[in-house]
Each structure stands twice: as C-alpha cells, then as structure tokens.
C-alpha cells in the first residue's frame, strides 16, 4: 500500500516547467553574480507583477528571506513584533535576531493565527517607546497565508499597516504560501503588499513548485541598496545566479504560481469537506493549502497505520497539508482510509 504524503508542500516534486527553464538556461556562459540577463529579465518580471517598480534578491530558503529581509529594517535595538505562532518566531531558531545582530523578535497572540488590529494596539500602549531600557518596535511581521491555513484580506493587512506606521514601525510579510493566499483571495499581488503599507515580501515559491528558489521583494530603493551588501556578507549571492533567476521568472510567468498554488487550496478544501462528512474539522477556518484538524489520538494512529501521513503537532490535533502536486484521486484515496 503506497503512502499518501500529506506531511507537507515541501515533499513535492519541482514541477516540470521549472526544470524546464533550468535546462533552458544551462547552456553557453553567462555573468556570474546575478549581473546576467535573467536575473535582469526576473527584475522585470516582478515589477510588472506588483505593478511598481520592484526589487527582486533570490536566495535559497524562506529562513533567508525572513532574516535577511527583517535584517534591512530592523537595528539591533529594535524589536520585530509577529504572532506568537509565527514561523520566525517558533520555527527559525532566531535567524531574524542573527542576522539583525540582535533584534528581539516579540510574539502576539491574536485570533486564531492572526494579529488584530485591536491586540496590536493595546502591544504599542503598552511598549516605554524612547526608553533605552527597552527592545524599540521597528518591524511588524505578518504570515500571509498564515501558520494555519488563514489568510488576511487587503483591508485587514491595510488597517494594521496604517497602525504601524503611526508608530514609525515597518512593515514585513512572510509570503511562504504567498500564491496560496492571492489563490484564496482572488485580489492582485500590489492589494497585498505595498498597497497595504508592505515594505519587504519574502516571496515563497519552493512551497508552490520551484526547487531551491525563494526571493526578497521590496519595494524600497534604500533597503534595496542595503540588501545588497547584507545578502553578500550573508553568503547568499550565488555565483551562478542564473540558475535561481531562472526559477523564479519561470515561476511568474504565465500565471504558474497561481495556477499551483490553486491547485494545492483546491486539494486541501476537497479533503476538509470529505473529513467534515467524518466528524472531523480545522480548528480555525482554513483557505490556503493547510489546516489543523481536531483528531483524537487513536483516531490519527490509525489513520497513520494506514498510509496517510501527516504531522501531530499536539496531543488531538493533526496538520494535513497538500501540494500542487496532489491530485484528486490522492485524495479520495486518503479519505477512503480514514473513512475505513
């Protein structure tokens, strides 16, 4: 009996077109450090997806573009603010704090896997702003599509970038279900980013179907210039950067990561509904490609038993995640053990 990986989207495969335009470009010589022309036609390609003048730096892993991304914005006696299930928070063994040379990284509760406005409000009445005894607020971190599985709309990310900036605290979004999140929403890159007051993305795209390709994205010119140096200095400029470049501007085009990333939240909504019909359901509402589903103990084990796999991430709570490469027929086959 073959397993049903539904452990995570990090399991796929790369898909086809991405290998594609890797074949594509190996090929001939090119200018090493990202001074080739793909590297040139990717900067291109992200400015006209966020409909403004982008700056685009690939690097190897969401971990590099939180930390490095949170680095430009943050000194060393700042503070980073997040939820308090955030992945740089919880699942990043403090690069952000590394690479910031210091920076605290503060966590929130919120609802569910966001931040409220309200909760982020009440965090700034009560922060000794100008008190050197204190970690000063500089970045707020949001997670779009979060954790869990939610996603926030334009207006929610809108209302607390309007609250932070009040306060002179910028703006990050750990896009690593980015695509799953716009796939969710149906609205444009620029309504979830710098039209909302986001002034660094961390674009994921190894989730959603490239190999070893994540990106910074900011849309300020002075943190651009910074990033430059930080990337160097963190050994994230690849000599043969066309080969990143490629992935990405691949990954853009022709609306691929979208189409992935719908694939993967159709997938996940089509094993929610057949669970619902079990008596199972996420413990907050999810749309992206994840959720975390109330599952008593003996129940998941002998889901496990039979070939699902998945993660316990707590005592009665499982987290199921699908890919752009899970298909139907997976599912219904991981329902119809479970159903068993």
């Known amino acids: 009996m073959s397993p049903i990986d539904l452990r995570s989207d990090n399991t796929a495969a790369a898909e086809p077109y991405v290998l594609e335009a890797l074949a594509g470009v190996s090929t001939g010589t090119a200018a090493s450090y990202g001074d080739d022309e793909v590297t040139t036609r990717l900067g291109r390609r992200v400015s006209e997806v966020f409909e403004r003048e982008a700056f685009v730096f690939p690097v190897v892993s969401g971990t590099a573009a939180n930390a490095l991304g949170l680095s430009a914005l943050c000194p060393p006696w700042g503070a980073v603010v997040c939820h308090?299930?955030?992945?740089?928070?919880?699942?990043?063994?403090?690069?952000?704090?590394?690479?910031?040379?210091?920076?605290?990284v503060l966590g929130l509760s919120g609802e569910g896997s966001r931040l409220t406005t309200a909760v982020l409000a009440s965090f700034f009445e009560r922060t000794a702003w100008g008190d050197p005894h204190s970690s000063q607020p500089a970045v707020l971190s949001l997670t779009q599509a979060t954790e869990?599985?939610?996603?926030?709309?334009?207006?929610?990310?809108?209302?607390?970038?309007?609250?932070?900036?009040?306060?002179?605290?910028?703006?990050?979004?750990?896009?690593?279900?980015?695509?799953?999140?716009?796939?969710?929403?149906?609205?444009?890159?620029?309504?979830?980013?710098?039209?909302?007051?986001?002034?660094?993305?961390?674009?994921?795209?190894?989730?959603n179907g490239t190999m070893t390709a994540d990106a910074i994205v900011t849309?300020?010119?002075?943190?651009?210039?910074?990033?430059?140096?930080?990337?160097?200095?963190a050994g994230h400029v690849a000599s043969k950067g066309r080969f990143q470049a490629a992935?990405?501007?691949a990954y853009l085009r022709d609306g691929h990561w979208l189409a992935s990333a719908g694939r993967a939240n159709a997938a996940l909504q089509r094993l929610?509904?057949?669970?619902a019909q079990l008596g199972f359901a996420p413990v907050v509402p999810a749309r992206a490609n994840l959720a975390f589903v109330a599952v008593p103990d003996e129940v998941s084990a002998r889901w496990a038993a039979a070939g699902v796999q998945f993660y316990v991430i707590s005592p009665?709570?499982?987290?199921?995640?699908?890919s752009w490469a899970t298909t139907d027929a997976e599912i219904d086959e991981a329902l119809r053990r479970c159903r068993r």
């Open 316 to 322: 009665g709570v499982v987290r199921f995640v699908t």
């Open 84 to 104: 308090e299930g955030a992945h740089i928070l919880v699942n990043e063994a403090m690069a952000t704090s590394m690479f910031s040379g210091g920076a605290a």
């Open 219 to 233: 849309f300020d010119p002075d943190v651009a210039a910074e990033l430059r140096y930080r990337l160097k200095r």
């Open 247 to 249: 992935q990405l501007e």
């Open 272 to 275: 929610l509904a057949g669970l």
């Open 148 to 207: 869990m599985g939610e996603v926030y709309a334009p207006s929610e990310i809108a209302s607390l970038g309007e609250l932070a900036h009040s306060r002179g605290v910028r703006m990050h979004l750990d896009g690593a279900r980015f695509a799953n999140a716009l796939a969710a929403l149906g609205c444009t890159p620029a309504d979830l980013t710098w039209r909302a007051g986001v002034d660094v993305l961390s674009l994921g795209a190894t989730k």
